[in-house]
């Protein structure tokens, strides 16, 4: 049986496998087991720390889940430290004789505590302040015997505990989004100083893992349909799987109707100049903007835009098994961690616990015949994981450096029905073509994770020459994230928001109002819908 020397429990948190990346980036290698897995499962992987993850339930909730029976002795009689994060805190707290109740607030965002720098899990810092993320309602109120407070909110709310002897530890807050300021030297400590794990993995081994994996999939004869969108993530892939079964790889770039102020034709020179990879354009704007006719709502949407382009893919397969002879039997896509985990919880993947965020068009708005066996290289990986794994095996920077864009494109920028406003989708490539411009600009594209324009299905009034004007309001979002996973809007100069405000206005003649959006994730999420 594999070994791994941390085993996280999943309690369906959005970040479980965000806690798995931070403890890859230390070289630890961990495993993910769902959160009523039997003891023998966890003991089976000789984990040296066990972290129980946050999730979207209450402790008090009845069904609620708990920690695998027996836990908490095995850890004692082993010697093996346990750290429950969020749900995990409360679980320890529940679970050991404390006492959780729902907080008068609930809190999500940033938060100020003061940490006790005694603990082992804040011992060599030179603060006792540090920003922190939250995203939860219930509280410990009474802690279980022989734990104390080891980190406090500034309204006094307990955010850390700690058991020394029994090694047990608790944060309320997330150490492993990137928001939480000195969370990854937290979780550091906790790794390395309470549960002296080694370091023995790296990026190389992964890709080189990867790659067996892929030829082993595949085999020696078979071909596969790769979808390629000029986005990072598939770049890799494709990158990736053709260097496993060369060009056995047939590489297909859909446009949807939906897509960015010109992005075919700069689509189209990218892979031209940069990727070497034969690639197949299809056009299917016009099927792809009458079959989402009506739809306003933004499941629907996800899922009518998923189930196009996997019709589209099929069709491309069998246009290639008539010119070609081969039949692929794999569809290569660029999913990542992200993309899964707000998507669905996949059968098999122990994340039954967690909500659905949203479907996204490559996961939870697939159909349910697909016809192909898919082939995901990256679904692990989150996406600055997948930027560096690109640079590892020459990937352009040109893929690397460009902002995300989501398959569903500008439908999911676009509220509710696209097709409502006959111009929607025109306006919104304007606008969002002249903030990108700016951004480049002014020397911000690359400061900033991603940003785009929404298209808002109101009016307002405005005074345009002297004359009335009743026209649309735009929104202007942009992000700093290292994974999507948690973000925060980016604080512009309102000298640059007011010449973009004014470039807008003046060059796009619907537009009336333009409005900056500030808020963080949680509580929105990035794309509008
Ligand atoms: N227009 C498209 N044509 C073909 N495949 C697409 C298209 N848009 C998305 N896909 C497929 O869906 C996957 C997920 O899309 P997603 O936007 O998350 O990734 P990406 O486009 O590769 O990278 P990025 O997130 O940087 O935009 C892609 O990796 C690709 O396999
Ligand atoms: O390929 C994709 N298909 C989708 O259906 C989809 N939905 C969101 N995104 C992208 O994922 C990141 C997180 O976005 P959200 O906070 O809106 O979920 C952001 O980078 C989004 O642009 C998608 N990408
Ligand atoms: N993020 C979490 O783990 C949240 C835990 C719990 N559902 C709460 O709201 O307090
Ligand atoms: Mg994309």
């Known amino acids: 049986m594999e070994e791994a020397q941390c085993v996280i429990l999943d309690y369906g948190s959005q970040y479980t496998q965000l806690i798995a990346r931070r403890v890859r980036e230390q070289s630890v290698y961990s495993m993910i087991v769902p959160g009523d897995s039997t003891l023998e499962r966890v003991t089976s992987y000789k984990p040296r720390l066990v972290v129980l993850s946050g999730g979207p339930n209450s402790v008090m909730a009845e069904g609620a889940p708990t920690v695998p029976d027996g836990l908490f002795e095995y850890c004692a009689s082993e010697q093996v430290p346990v750290l429950g994060i969020c749900y995990g805190l409360q679980l320890i707290v529940h679970s050991l004789g404390g006492e959780v109740v729902a907080g ?11 940490t006790d720098l005694k603990s082992l899990l804040y011992h060599d810092e030179h603060s006792d302040k540090q920003m922190v993320w939250m995203s939860h309602g219930d509280v410990a109120k009474t802690l279980p015997d022989g734990f104390r407070v080891v ?11 700690e058991h020394a002897e029994r090694r047990i530890y608790g944060l309320q807050y997330h150490p492993e989004v990137m928001h939480s300021e000195r969370g990854v030297e937290t979780l550091r400590r906790a790794l390395f100083d309470v549960a002296k794990c080694d370091r023995s993995w790296d990026m190389q081994s992964a890709l080189d893992s990867q790659l067996a994996t892929i030829r082993t999939k595949i085999g020696n004869t078979k071909h596969a349909v790769c979808a390629l969108s000029g986005g990072v993530d598939s770049a890799v892939a494709a990158t990736l799987v053709h260097k496993a079964i060369g060009d056995r ?20 020179q990218m892979f031209k100049e940069h990727l070497h990879l034969p690639v197949t354009i299809i056009d299917a704007s016009e099927r792809q903007l009458t079959k989402l006719k009506g739809v306003s709502d933004p499941e629907k949407k996800r899922k009518a835009i998923g189930a196009e382009f996997i019709a589209i893919f099929q069709e491309f397969a069998e246009k290639l098994e008539r010119d070609l002879g081969h039949k692929a039997e794999f ?3 660029g999913t990542l961690y992200p993309d899964v985990i707000e998507s669905c919880p996949p059968p098999g993947s122990g994340q039954k616990h967690s909500h659905v965020i949203k479907s996204h068009h490559n996961v939870g708005g697939l159909p349910e015949k697909l016809g192909f066996d ?5 679904r692990w990986l989150f996406k ?18 460009r902002h995300p864009f989501p398959g569903p494109g500008l439908a999911v920028r676009c509220l509710g029905d696209v097709t409502a406003e006959p111009r929607a989708l025109d306006v919104l490539r304007d606008v969002d073509e002249i903030f990108i411009n700016a951004l480049r600009e002014f020397d911000l594209y690359d400061q900033i994770w991603q940003a785009f324009a929404v298209f808002l299905p109101i009016k307002s009034v405005g005074v345009q020459g002297d004359q009335r004007s009743h026209k649309h309001v735009v929104g202007l979002r942009a992000i700093t994230s290292s994974d999507g996973m948690t973000a925060d809007w980016f604080r512009f100069s309102g000298d640059f928001l007011a010449e973009v405000s004014n470039r807008i206005t003046n060059q796009v003649s619907d537009v009336n109002r333009v409005v900056y959006d500030i808020t963080s994730k949680p509580p929105s999420t990035v794309e509008w819908e």
Request: glycine content about 8%; aromatic content about 6%.
């Open 151 to 161: 980190g406090r909110s500034s309204t006094g709310a307990v955010v850390a505990i």
């Open 374 to 378: 898919l082939v995901e290289p990256l």
């Open 249 to 268: 790889l047939h590489c297909v770039f859909v446009d949807n109707g939906l897509l960015r102020y010109k992005e075919q034709e700069r689509v189209r």
């Open 331 to 333: 569809l290569v896509q």
């Open 104 to 114: 008068e607030t609930r809190e999500y965002g940033r938060m100020e505590v003061t």
């Open 384 to 401: 600055d994981e997948v930027r560096k794994l690109g640079l590892l095996m020459g990937v352009p920077e040109v893929f690397i450096k």
